[in-house]
């Protein structure tokens, strides 16, 4: 049975669906973006060893003709990554009822729920997911009040490690194009930007009776600086490559995803695009995936660097904070980009955020 929490939100238990609900029945278009079952090698997404003594030119390299990559000898320990995937599964396993103590509030961020975007398309989505801000504390309480330590200890020991690797990322994307730690201000007096924001977020996507006419998380950029994905063994998570189509990320054993957020494409002046992405479903397999979304801290207003300024390129965008970012993001979604944009790129840039999110094949949305 479904549960309903207000009049805009009903929660469906995936687990007990034989047929796809026509509420999260996406109907097929000719799409201008189309995917193949079989990513072309030449078309795969770049796999980058950080130990690597030219890593930070493949960073560099990956971040602008793709705007993700997948990293090995990244340093998060095996044992760890196994127990967020271990512990993820323990909390969407839950009976609905349960996980629905956890309930994200109408206005709120932290809890269980959709998918954010969900109010943007007419049709749901088939997932179910959970954020992390702060400490998941109280939320683990209401979900396992005799035994909810675990799951805060694993989250915890995560979001710890995750952060050291963001503001390494960071370092090495920035480097690639010259701009040392010294350049950014709130990178902090050490350079490892540790007054930096985060939020985690898990999302699971059950295996689905009809995944043709199913979307697991429809199309999006992330409002972030970074965001670095870790997912399960089944397939899903998809990038669109200009002149290409969707092209499928398979998960990569012991690797995780990293990918340019919204507000380092601001910081770059538009040089690094924020990659579109989506998430398909699966028949035969659930997938879980974990999103370490990485921003910078509350006061710092975001904009292009001066030194790719001073490369005579003008800056693109007006200067904002990741909390008012993400309250354009969460009104105006897709036109967030172009509403803080100062002027039409020149002097050869181009701003490759000037996607049609709607326009795949899923369904057709009038914006």
């Excluded at 967030?336 to 701003?351: E, F, T, Y």
Aim: charged share 20%; glycine share 8%.
């Amino acid at each position: 049975m479904p549960a309903v929490l207000s009049d805009a939100i009903v929660h469906l238990d995936y687990s007990t669906l034989k047929e796809l609900p026509e509420s999260h029945a996406w109907v097929p278009l000719n799409d201008e973006y189309p995917s193949g079952d079989v990513t072309p090698v030449a078309e795969a997404v770049p796999v980058i060893n950080l130990d690597d003594p030219i890593a930070e030119k493949l960073i560099g390299h990956a971040c602008k003709t793709w705007g993700v990559f997948q990293v090995i000898n990244h340093g998060v320990p095996t044992r760890l990554l196994d127990s967020i995937q271990s512990a993820g599964n323990s909390l969407f396993s839950l009976a609905l009822q349960r996980k629905l103590r956890a309930a994200r509030l109408p206005d709120g961020v932290a809890g269980y729920g959709p998918a954010r975007i969900s109010s943007f398309f007419p049709k749901r989505m088939w997932s179910e997911g959970f954020t992390i801000v702060g400490s998941p504390l109280e939320h683990a309480r209401q979900l396992w009040p005799n035994d909810y330590l675990k799951f805060c200890d694993i989250t915890e020991e995560y979001e710890r490690v995750m952060k050291q690797l963001a503001g390494k990322v960071m370092c090495l994307m920035l480097g690639s194009l010259g701009i040392t730690n010294e350049d950014v201000k709130w990178a902090g007096p050490k350079g490892q930007f540790e007054g930096a924001c985060a939020a985690l977020q898990m999302n699971y996507y059950a295996k689905c009776p009809d995944p043709k006419r199913a979307m697991g998380l429809a199309a999006h950029t992330d409002s972030t600086l970074v965001t670095i994905l870790y997912q399960n063994n089944t397939t899903g998570l998809q990038v669109l490559r200009e002149g290409v189509g969707w092209v499928t990320v398979p998960p990569l054993q012991g690797g995780l995803t990293i990918n340019v957020g919204d507000l380092f494409h601001i910081l770059t002046n538009g040089l690094y695009p924020s990659v579109l992405h989506r998430a398909v479903v699966n028949g035969t397999h659930h997938r879980l995936s974990v999103a370490y979304l990485y921003g910078p801290p509350v006061k710092v207003l975001i904009s292009p660097l001066q030194k790719i300024v001073n490369m005579g390129y003008p800056p693109l965008y007006r200067s904002v904070s990741w909390k008012e970012y993400l309250e354009i993001k969460g009104q105006y979604f897709d036109k967030a980009l172009s509403l803080i944009r100062l002027r039409v790129p020149i002097n050869g840039i181009i701003d490759v955020n000037e996607h049609n999110f709607h326009n795949e094949n899923c369904v057709r949305v009038d914006a």
